[in-house]
């Protein structure tokens, strides 16, 4: 009978710690770059015309539709058949920042949509601009309502990150599962692992929590 080692958890501690300093480092690089990009196709999409829409739409169709897995697969092992070769830092950033911006861009034109049309008439009755419509109307109703589902896209990128051991990138998940097999103790390494990300997801959800009071204290005021 197998005998659950804690010792030689608390032994790996020191390698978990850099590999979930790399993990961490990829998804906020990757989260940050993946909701800049999905913000900027949402944008399009509005206020692009019909050709950006329906071109852009296919974009958003095409990455949603394809696992990441298999997105990440051909980006890092299909391109260098088309000249594109990635070290898997680069390959993992940039599947991370194509993959989430896709739905980061349908949370984000929800969100616009979402926004009441009278609110934006009122603006411009009131002598507002477009432009400062958008930029005192639409855009501070649009975060406040898109924060929460934008909140757990970022955890679900988070926990996507574990996918990027598969082109050797040396997070979290690659680092204790090596271990794990190095050691024959696959039940330390995956509950160290399971525990590990749990406390980034909840720590995540915190910080989301929190900045969505703040917005809101700060839109009421306003």
């Known amino acids: 009978r197998m005998k659950f080692d804690v010792g030689l958890i608390l032994s790996w501690i020191p390698a978990a710690l850099a590999g979930l300093e790399i993990t961490i480092a990829v998804w906020l690089a990757g989260g940050l770059c993946a909701l800049a990009l999905g913000f900027g196709v949402a944008a399009a999409r509005r206020f692009g015309g019909a050709l950006v829409d329906r071109a852009l739409?296919?974009?958003?169709?095409?990455?949603?539709d394809t696992p990441f897995l298999i997105q990440l697969f051909l980006l890092y092992y299909g391109g260098p058949f088309v000249g594109l070769e990635l070290e898997p830092y680069q390959a993992g950033l940039i599947?991370?920042?194509?993959?989430?911006?896709?739905?980061?861009?349908?949370?984000?034109?929800?969100?616009?949509?979402?926004?009441?049309?009278?609110?934006?008439e009122a603006a411009i009755c009131a002598g507002l601009t477009r432009a400062q419509m958008v930029r005192r109307i639409l855009l501070p109703e649009m975060a406040l309502l898109v924060l929460p589902p934008v909140v757990n896209m970022q955890i679900l990128l988070l926990?996507?990150?574990a996918v990027l051991s598969i082109v050797t990138v040396p997070e979290l998940t690659m680092t204790l599962t090596s271990l794990g097999s190095e050691h024959f103790a696959f039940a330390e390494a995956l509950s160290l692992l399971a525990g590990l990300y749990w406390v980034l997801v909840e720590v995540t959800g915190a910080l989301g929590r929190f900045a969505e009071r703040r917005l809101a204290r700060l839109s009421f005021a306003a």
Request: proline letters at 3%; charged letters at 15%; a neutral charge.
């Open 159 to 161: 926990k996507e990150t």
């Open 57 to 64: 739409t296919l974009y958003v169709a095409l990455i949603r």
């Open 95 to 120: 599947g991370l920042t194509v993959y989430g911006s896709a739905y980061f861009a349908e949370i984000i034109r929800a969100g616009f949509e979402a926004v009441p049309v009278g609110h934006q």
